[in-house]
């Protein structure tokens, strides 16, 4: 399996905002339910935001009115619409489909991420 590849991140003040993308991946993103994950220094991976192929999404509540996540099934491709970032959300983001709602495993390899830095 290909791991899927992330990008988009970077450095950023506080209050502003990044878009990250995951993909394109014909064969995954497609037809999975995605996520998206993040783990900062020191911290675990936590998921971020879920949206289904359907496109219903959930959120963690930190980020919930701030980040979007959405996706373009022809592309396969998958976004996360990050604004009013915060210092806190500084991590590598990773995308990936969800093993099962209540873990933070995922069903296909993982990439290398992100790197989402946002300076206070």
């Known amino acids: 399996q290909v791991p899927l590849v992330e990008s988009g991140g970077g450095l950023v003040q506080a209050g502003g905002s990044l878009r990250l993308s995951c993909g394109p991946s014909?064969?995954?993103?497609?037809?999975?339910?995605m996520a998206w994950y993040r783990q900062a220094p020191g911290k675990q991976r936590e998921k971020v935001a879920v949206?289904?192929?359907?496109?219903?999404?959930t959120y963690e509540d930190s980020v919930k009115g701030r980040f979007t996540i959405f996706r373009n099934n022809a592309k396969d491709t998958v976004f996360l619409q990050m604004n009013s970032l915060k210092s806190e959300n500084t991590a590598v983001y990773y995308c990936?489909?969800?093993?099962?709602?209540?873990?933070?495993?995922?069903?296909?390899?993982w990439g290398q991420g992100t790197q989402v830095t946002v300076s206070s």
């Open positions: 014909r064969s995954i993103v497609s037809r999975d339910t």
């Open positions: 990936n489909a969800p093993m099962d709602p209540s873990s933070v495993l995922g069903l296909h390899p």
């Open positions: 949206i289904t192929v359907g496109g219903s999404t």
